[in-house]
């Protein structure tokens, strides 16, 4: 199983933010510290910003910033949030053409997979991922 990099790009925001949380970040230094498209980013910061992990702050000095305490964002939340499925083999999507669904147990292991996946996702908050501003190879303005 591989996560998107929507939610990889996702979850690198939030930390961030969250190194950064004496002030306002914006898209363009997110964009040139990650070497990420700045409309990649864009999408992946309305979508937090729906979800309500992200505000953002509109106007001239605007920016971002996390919406909550970093010790309040569940990482499972977050990838639960960022990914589009979780459909990890054909039976588990909506359109399922197999023809062995019925009896194969296949299913029922890789759904027990899943659930030890998000129940390990979920008992981390953005809190344990917190950097510094200068793990992220950036001098402090002079």
């Known amino acids: 199983m591989r996560l998107t990099n929507?939610?990889?790009?996702a979850l690198r925001l939030?930390?961030?933010a969250a190194a950064h949380d004496d002030r306002l970040i914006t898209i363009e230094e997110v964009s040139e510290v990650y070497k990420i498209s700045r409309a990649h980013l864009m999408k992946i910061t309305n979508t937090l910003t729906r979800a309500g992990f992200l505000k953002a702050v509109r106007?001239?000095?605007g920016g971002l910033t996390l919406a909550?305490?970093?010790r309040k964002i569940g990482l499972g939340d977050v990838v639960r949030a960022t990914e589009p499925d979780f459909a990890l083999v054909e039976c588990f999507a909506t359109r399922?053409?197999?023809i062995i669904t019925r009896s194969c147990r296949l299913r029922g292991i890789f759904h027990e997979g899943l659930d030890a996946f998000n129940a390990v996702l979920d008992k981390y908050t953005l809190a344990?991922?917190?950097?510094?501003?200068?793990d992220f190879g950036i001098r402090p303005a002079a």
Do not use: I, T
């Open 6 to 9: 929507f939610s990889d790009y």
């Open 68 to 70: 909550k305490p970093p």
């Open 14 to 16: 939030l930390m961030y």
């Open 96 to 98: 399922n053409q197999c």
């Open 128 to 134: 344990d991922l917190m950097l510094r501003p200068k």
């Open 59 to 61: 106007g001239r000095s």
